[in-house]
T-cell receptor
Framework: QKEVEQNSGPLSVPEGAIASLNCTYS??????FFWYRQYSGKSPELIMS????GDKEDGRFTAQLNKASQYVSLLIRDSQPSDSATYLC????????????FGSGTRLLVRP | ETGVTQTPRHLVMGMTNKKSLKCEQH?????MYWYKQSAKKPLELMFV???????ENNSVPSRFSPECPNSSHLFLHLHTLQPEDSALYLC????????????????FGAGTRLSVL
């Protein structure tokens, strides 16, 4: 079982729709959770961080964490073509918050 | 552009060459990281330095040799690489590099695209 799992996609949504990206992780002791956006040929850029159960909203982005289900998601409201990118889920290790384990990423395509 | 700068952006080298990748962070962070990103694979952590001390070597082959002279600079020295080492090499930094509970956000540089012929 992979430590951090994401559907590779592509996830295709029309402009203006809600895009829902999901991530599951195997280490129940993980404490910190991050979503990074990576455009093709570019470096990862932090979108959201979340540390406790529930929802965290920042503009059009909402991160949702459920530690009991070992599940973290990212919702993008009013999706724009500029949101088309690969979204990486990263989870901290049990023994240290600095060691991040990344998923393979979900490619999102927003159709105009 | 982020506060983490990597040079060169692109590098082509033969298997017998020796080259170095450079990373500099202007964020006042204490921890720096090297990652490898290959096509269709997750980001792989290679090395971690915290306050100039190496705290993580993720079973990286010795043909990759890191150097951290201070908290702002990180190098990756390359020698006798293999074609399978071709990848995007990313440097990152964070405020801290150790301790459970730290809400440790990592910021990435633009990366060096390495091709080994």
């Amino acid at each position: 079982q992979k430590e951090v799992e994401q559907n590779s996609g592509p996830l295709s949504v029309p402009e203006g729709a809600i895009a829902s990206l999901n991530c599951t992780y195997s280490d129940r002791g993980s404490q910190s959770f991050f979503w990074y956006r990576q455009y093709s040929g570019k470096s990862p850029e932090l979108i959201m961080s979340i540390y406790s159960n529930g929802d965290k909203e920042d503009g059009r982005f909402t991160a949702q964490l459920n530690k009991a289900s070992q599940y973290v998601s990212l919702l993008i409201r009013d999706s724009q073509p500029s949101d088309s990118a690969t979204y990486l889920c990263a989870v901290s290790g049990r023994d240290s918050s600095y060691k991040l384990i990344f998923g393979s990423g979900t490619r999102l395509l927003v159709r105009p | 552009e982020t506060g983490v700068t990597q040079t060169p952006r692109h590098l082509v080298m033969g298997m017998t060459n020796k080259k170095s990748l450079k990373c500099e962070q202007h964020l006042g962070h204490n921890a720096m990281y090297w990652y490898k990103q290959s096509a269709k694979k997750p980001l792989e952590l290679m090395f971690v330095y915290n306050f100039k001390e190496q705290t993580e070597n993720n079973s990286v082959p010795s043909r990759f040799s890191p150097e951290c002279p201070n908290s702002s600079h990180l190098f990756l020295h390359l020698h006798t690489l293999q074609p399978e080492d071709s990848a995007l090499y990313l440097c990152a930094s964070s405020q801290e590099g150790a301790g459970a509970g730290a809400k440790n956000i990592q910021y990435f540089g633009a990366g060096t695209r390495l091709s080994v012929l």
